[in-house]
Nanobody, 119 residues
Framework: QVQLVESGGGLVQAGGSLRLTCAAS????????VGWFRQAPGKEREFVVA??????YVADSVKGRFTISRDNAKNTVYLQMNSLKTEDTAIYYC??????????????WGQGTQVTVSS
């Protein structure tokens, strides 16, 4: 079993930065691909970025602004978000599973952390 806990969300002005952290428990965490998804009010959950060993896939909407990284020794995944826009406002979820842009391929999910970008 893998448990994921996100942190680092908050309120930031447009143009600012935040770093989200996803802390994982479970000895098998390093064997999974990791991804970040987000869900804005009234919208479906959408893919943000995924990482599988050295392969990274980034959604066009955040390309050049968001960066994913992981530290397997610490069982931690990070999402560095720069040049934030108001449309980035959402609940951000960390997930572990098979490398994919589809949420259905991720078996484990965190509870989410709110990111609010003000204009």
């Amino acid at each position: 079993q893998v448990q994921l806990v996100e942190s680092g969300g908050g309120l930031v002005q447009a143009g600012g930065s935040l770093r989200l952290t996803c802390a994982a428990s479970g000895r098998t965490f390093s064997s999974f691909a990791v991804g970040w998804f987000r869900q804005a009010p009234g919208k479906e959950r959408e893919f943000v970025v995924a990482l599988d060993w050295s392969a990274v896939y980034v959604a066009d909407s955040v390309k050049g602004r968001f960066t994913i990284s992981r530290d397997n020794a610490k069982n931690t995944v990070y999402l560095q978000m720069n040049s934030l826009k108001t449309e980035d406002t959402a609940i951000y979820y960390c997930a572990a599973g098979q490398y994919s842009v589809s949420a259905s391929w991720y078996k484990y999910w965190g509870q989410g952390t709110q990111v609010t970008v003000s204009s």
